[in-house]
């Protein structure tokens, strides 16, 4: 009799344990899961970028990294953390400065283009499409740790 009561005390233990997995961890929202990946900016208020270009990688773990060249010969790498809320885009450096504003995020039907929109401050709008960030570009930017240098607001 002890025997089966230890067994059945041993798979009630079980069944509530497995029970507490993936309910308790943060779920990704859609939002993320769409965001998520590699882009290149195309147009910058509305303009084709002349003197720059830019890359922004973001990560389902709500990491960011930034590739970024602005009237240099190098790229420069900025990373960080960024957080959605009601539809809106912010974000942290990795030296724990926050993004200069908030961004509104929108993508085209397929999904292959994102517009981040200013919310804050000067109003700025960056066009970007899906693109993979290239190897020369991720191998040979200069890792940045301070966000005082970003001339372009979320870049």
């Given at each position: 009799?002890?025997?089966?009561?230890?067994?059945?005390?041993?798979?009630?233990?079980?069944?509530?344990?497995?029970?507490?997995?993936?309910?308790?961890?943060?779920?990704?929202?859609?939002?993320?899961?769409?965001?998520?990946?590699?882009?290149?900016?195309?147009?910058?208020?509305?303009?084709?970028?002349?003197?720059?270009?830019?890359?922004?990688?973001?990560?389902?773990?709500?990491?960011?990294?930034?590739?970024?060249?602005?009237?240099?010969?190098?790229?420069?790498?900025?990373?960080?953390?960024?957080?959605?809320?009601?539809?809106?885009?912010?974000g942290v450096?990795?030296?724990?400065?926050?993004?200069?504003?908030?961004?509104?995020?929108?993508?085209?039907?397929s999904g292959?283009?994102?517009?981040?929109?200013?919310?804050?401050?000067?109003?700025?709008?960056?066009?970007?499409?899906?693109?993979?960030?290239?190897?020369?570009?991720?191998?040979?930017?200069?890792?940045?740790?301070?966000?005082?240098?970003?001339?372009?607001?979320?870049?």
């Amino acid at each position: 009799m002890r025997k089966t009561i230890y067994i059945v005390l041993a798979a009630l233990g079980l069944c509530l344990f497995a029970g507490c997995g993936s309910s308790d961890k943060e779920k990704v929202s859609p939002l993320v899961k769409q965001l998520a990946g590699e882009w290149q900016l195309k147009t910058w208020n509305g303009e084709a970028p002349r003197d720059f270009d830019a890359y922004v990688s973001f990560g389902a773990d709500r990491s960011f990294e930034i590739y970024q060249r602005i009237e240099q010969v190098g790229y420069q790498k900025y990373s960080g953390k960024y957080e959605i809320r009601n539809g809106m885009l912010g974000g942290v450096y990795s030296d724990g400065k926050p993004f200069g504003s908030t961004y509104d995020i929108t993508f085209d039907e397929s999904g292959n283009t994102l517009t981040l929109t200013s919310a804050t401050g000067v109003a700025e709008t960056g066009v970007y499409v899906r693109a993979a960030i290239p190897d020369g570009v991720k191998n040979g930017a200069a890792v940045m740790k301070s966000s005082r240098t970003v001339p372009i607001r979320l870049l």
